[in-house]
């Protein structure tokens, strides 16, 4: 069975750190650029981070750049977002993506498989 299963959410204070986890299962995620997305309460889904299948480039919204970081363990068949300096504005549902393909920005079309998604709550 082709899954994406996210992992590493919860609640966490203003100023904190999460990493969260995207593994891979039923395929290899070794061709597969991969896309994190959140959605808040109320609004659209954004795109917030990039990885691609071929030499780990990376891309991040502007509204994380410097705080998150994006990293992928093929060994693994896992992809990693580590979410530093939180705020609260960063409070949403997260999604990972994977789109079979050397890269992929924040067209939902481009993906092939999404997860279900982790909260992620940002309160003190």
């Known amino acids: 069975q082709v899954q994406l299963v996210e992992s590493g959410g919860g609640l966490v204070q203003p100023g904190g750190s999460l990493r969260l986890s995207c593994a891979a299962s039923?395929?290899?995620?070794?061709?597969?650029?991969i896309g994190w997305f959140r959605q808040a309460p109320g609004k659209e889904r954004e795109g917030v981070s990039c990885?691609?299948?071929?030499?780990?480039?990376?891309y991040y919204a502007d509204s994380v750049k410097g705080r998150f970081t994006i990293s992928r363990d093929n060994a693994k068949n896992t992809v990693y977002l580590q979410m530093n300096s939180l705020k609260p504005e960063d409070t949403a549902v997260y999604y990972c993506?994977?789109?079979?393909?050397?890269?992929?920005?924040?067209?939902?079309?481009?993906?092939?498989?999404w997860g279900q998604g982790t909260q992620v709550t940002v309160s003190s």
């Open positions: 993506a994977a789109a079979l393909r050397a890269w992929a920005g924040w067209g939902s079309a481009e993906y092939d498989y």
């Open positions: 039923g395929f290899t995620l070794d061709y597969y650029a």
């Open positions: 990885i691609s299948s071929s030499d780990g480039s990376t």
